[in-house]
T-cell receptor, first 115, second 115 residues
Framework: DSGVTQTPKHLITATGQRVTLRCSPR?????VYWYQQSLDQGLQFLIQ???????AKGNILERFSAQQFPDLHSELNLSSLELGDSALYFC??????????????FGEGSRLTVL | GENVEQHPSTLSVQEGDSAVIKCTYSDSASNYFPWYKQELGKGPQLIID?????GEKKDQRIAVTLNKTAKHFSLHITETQPEDSAVYFCAATKGERGSARQLTFGSGTQLTVLP
């Protein structure tokens, strides 16, 4: 158990809809990262937050947005969904004050299916 | 930005044999190179990492080597066991130890250990 919790584990929705994925980081971790893993694809970095502020952006579509709340949990919002958005979305956390090794701890992912 | 290439995409070995996975990176400023193992239905988990001031690191049956001049690094698994079967990802990043930095992942290698 990595200590990172993602909900929901599975989500099926239709094209054009909007969904929200939630992530609770490992206790004490300040940074949250979102990654997308499509079929037969590697892990594509979407966005990173550190202590509530956006730190880095990767290949995140304009239809997608995210935020990190004061309690450090994060949400990834996906809107105007398309078939190609079907993927496994991972949240990872890291960067613990005073004891950071650089390791990222991944949740088990949220599998999104767009029909 | 950083680009990481990983080979091979699939690898089958007999139990007890060795497995080698290779990665190259593009950004000469990258200084941290972790390897993650992803088992079916789970999130990636760190198995070993190496920093740019070290050429080789071992942890029981797993070792990683780094050639900064050639910008490539490799994962070596000796005496493979069926439980080593998984997808392995290499990654690279730069930044000070302890900083909040994103990882750029390779495309992954599906390792199958045949009994």
């Amino acid at each position: 158990d990595s200590g990172v919790t993602q909900t929901p584990k599975h989500l099926i929705t239709a094209t054009g809809q909007r969904v929200t994925l939630r992530c609770s980081p490992r206790s004490g971790d300040l940074s949250v990262y979102w990654y997308q893993q499509s079929l037969d694809q590697g892990l594509q970095f979407l966005i990173q937050y550190y202590n509530g502020e956006e730190r880095a952006k990767g290949n995140i579509l304009e239809r997608f947005s995210a935020q990190q709340f004061p309690d450090l949990h994060s949400e990834l919002n996906l809107s105007s969904l398309e078939l190609g958005d079907s993927a496994l979305y991972f949240c990872a956390s890291g960067v613990r004050q005073g004891a950071n090794t650089g390791e990222l701890f991944f949740g088990e992912g949220s599998r999104l299916t767009v029909l | 930005g950083e680009n990481v290439e990983q080979h091979p995409s699939t690898l089958s070995v007999q139990e007890g044999d060795s497995a080698v996975i290779k990665c190259t990176y593009s950004d000469s400023a990258s200084n941290y190179f972790p390897w993650y193992k992803q088992e079916l239905g789970k999130g990636p988990q760190l198995i070993i990492d190496i920093r740019s001031n070290v050429g080789e690191k071992k942890d029981q049956r797993i070792a990683v080597t780094l050639n900064k001049t050639a910008k490539h690094f490799s994962l070596h698994i000796t005496e493979t066991q069926p439980e080593d079967s998984a997808v392995y990802f290499c990654a690279a990043t730069k930044g000070e130890r302890g900083s909040a930095r994103q990882l750029t992942f390779g495309s992954g290698t599906q390792l199958t250990v045949l009994p």
